[in-house]
């Protein structure tokens, strides 16, 4: 196998506390993406996932280690890293058309060549019509729905054809039918742009489903608990989740999940709940134990 | 799914009833509901009543002598002495007062604006200029006076100053929070697709914030008005801030009437025009 296309080498990165006293929020985190690789990152809340994909993006500076895509180490935000985050970001006062078109205006952008230009106006078209929103290319985002505005999302961080697209818990905010359609067109997607992805989501379902590779987080510090290979190729099907070594895959990764939380099972509040629900069923004359 | 399923059987259930008023029926129920949509011919309706409701009672006020002439002239002395001012320079008065306020406005806009957006943009900025901006913000306009006619003497920019003093430091901090609220995700956004600073302070937090700074600019609009009084305190020998004083010293009280009518129609068809202009340069937005 040839360089990774992602690796982060030893990175950490501590936050100012309250009494100025820098919290750990992420520690010695090795991870790699090589290319075309689709790497999900899962764990408990608060075990840094998020800031993670922050780091690699350059919105966030690293407070120790390197962090390099395509070879180079990561210093600020930059075009080679697409970005799509929970909430939409598509520029409100612009049209579909134009958010897609927006990297194009920019000075980094300006030296294209003209075949440069019109291999990017191709790919817009062609990434329209993949994600299927050539009808509302006039559209503003605020006439879209929630998934369709994610479509958008995705479309506009693929347009510049980046090294790798980050994408932060992208279909979190999204209903459960529309999310699966999501997937597959994510998968079907995916299989014809080969791009590099990385992809923090708390859903391991999700995770399992669209990942070549899961890595599950523990918290506090935020660090590389395992990692879980995906078996299966690219041509998958929601029927897919139905099977038993896809559920035994998901079982061993919540058990991980949940051997790692911050936040343990409160079992003497649990136990108290049940005492008052006996008690309360004995007063209602119930014959349940 | 529930209420609109319990909705229909009612409708149904009313039978020739429903035909016969059912509009009516539905929104004499939503009045009471807060935020209830109500028709526009409602809308327009209500606006005008809302005007006549006080005339009607301000006529019958008069009618029966309830009050003093001198205290409350009645509705025909006030337009008796509208006609009476528009043969004597109505027009003229209006168009110099018309004149201070834009002025002041547009200069006020022109240093306010840019500020606003630098301090909301920029962490140094806003250390740098926000507590002394909301400092200066909270000094009475009206105190300057004195400062003014002696820095700036007793020609028009006086007025234009006074105007200026009173809400340039509101455009200031208005805007700067119109910019901080400006989602994060927005900049960050541009940033990965490559964005320089200049690129997102032009084409993000400007274009993102022009709805805002419009409905800005509409507020101060209406507070530079307020302050046109005050304004042509300043050693003015016309105006409608001018002639309300003069009337006030001839104890002309239907004068008084007409000045602060005129004043308040013209600031309501500014308000108008913003609005216009607002729906017309920003299809896309949703508060």
């Known amino acids: ?68 895509v395509a070879g180079r180490p990561v210093a600020g935000p930059g075009p080679d890293r697409g970005m ?10 612009l049209t579909v058309w134009q958010n897609l078109r927006f990297s194009r205006g920019l000075a980094v952008n300006a030296e294209a060549t003209s075949l440069e230009v019109s291999q990017y106006l191709a790919r817009s078209e062609a990434l329209l019509n993949m994600m299927g929103l050539a009808r509302v290319r006039e559209s503003y985002p605020n006439q879209l729905s929630g998934g369709m505005q994610q479509r958008v999302n995705i479309a506009r961080a693929l347009v510049a054809n980046p090294e790798v697209l980050l994408m932060d818990e992208p279909f ?57 290979v995906v078996p299966w190729g690219r041509a998958r099907a929601q029927e897919l989740k139905l099977e ?30 049940a005492v008052g629900a006996r008690a309360q069923s004995v007063r209602e004359g119930g014959t349940n134990p | 799914m529930g209420a609109a399923t319990v909705g229909t059987r009612k409708v149904q259930g009313g039978g020739s009833l429903q035909q016969a008023v059912p509009a009516q029926g539905r929104s004499r129920l939503r009045l009471g509901r807060i935020r209830a949509p109500i028709s526009k011919t409602l809308y327009g309706g209500l606006a005008v009543a809302g005007f006549l409701l006080p005339l009607a009672i301000w006529e019958a006020i008069s009618a029966w002598h309830l009050v003093g002439r001198l205290f409350l002239p009645s509705p025909a002395d006030v337009w008796g002495s509208l006609a009476h001012w528009y ?16 002025a002041g406005f547009v200069l006020a806009c022109l240093i306010g604006v840019p500020l606003g957006l630098f301090i909301g943009a920029y962490k140094w900025c806003e250390a740098l200029l926000q507590p002394i901006n909301d400092f200066v913000r909270y000094m009475p306009a009206s105190a300057f006076i004195p400062l003014v006619i002696l ?34 995700r927005y900049l960050e956004a541009a940033y990965t697709m490559g964005a320089r600073e200049g690129e997102v302070m032009k084409l993000v937090v400007w274009r993102g914030t022009w709805p805002q700074i419009v409905d800005i600019l509409r507020i101060n ?48 068809a500014f308000d108008l025009l913003f609005r216009a202009l607002h729906k017309q340069m920003f299809p896309w937005y949703r508060p």
């Open chain 2, 87 to 102: 043969a004597g320079g109505l027009l003229r008065d209006t168009g110099i007062s018309v004149y201070r306020v834009v």
């Open chain 2, 221 to 268: 609009m209406g507070w530079a008005w307020t302050y046109l009084v005050v304004a042509e305190m300043v050693a003015a020998d016309s105006g409608l801030g001018f002639a309300i004083l003069q009337a006030q010293r001839f104890l002309d009280t239907a004068k008084i009437f007409v000045g602060i009518i005129i004043i308040g129609l013209i600031g309501l």
């Open chain 1, 84 to 93: 799509v985050f929970q909430q939409s970001t598509l520029f409100p006062w």
């Open chain 2, 151 to 184: 820095w700036v003497g007793i020609g028009e920019g006086s007025k234009i100053a006074i105007i200026f003093i009173g809400v340039v430091f509101q455009i200031v901090v208005m805007v700067a929070d119109a910019v901080r609220k400006l989602p994060d």
């Open chain 1, 172 to 228: 979190g905010a999204l209903d459960a039918q529309t999310r699966e359609t999501m997937h597959d067109l994510v998968l079907h997607l995916f299989a014809a742009e080969k791009t590099t992805a990385l992809f923090v989501t708390h859903d391991v379902e999700e995770a399992i489903y669209l990942a070549d590779r899961v890595v599950v987080l523990a918290p506090n510090p935020g660090r590389v608990d395992s990692t879980h």
């Open chain 1, 1 to 68: 196998m040839n360089a990774p296309r992602v690796s982060l080498e030893r990175v950490g990165k501590d936050y100012a506390g309250h009494d100025g006293v820098p919290v750990p929020v992420l520690k010695g985190i090795d991870m790699t993406a090589s290319d075309h690789e689709f790497v999900a990152i899962v764990g408990a809340s608060g075990c840094g996932k998020s800031t993670l994909l922050r780091l690699v993006a350059g919105l966030d500076d690293v407070t120790s280690g390197t962090i390099r």
């Open chain 1, 244 to 273: 038993s070594a896809f559920v035994t895959l998901k079982g061993e990764i919540l058990a991980r999940i949940r051997a790692t939380s911050a936040v343990h099972a409160d079992h003497e509040l649990l136990a108290s709940m």
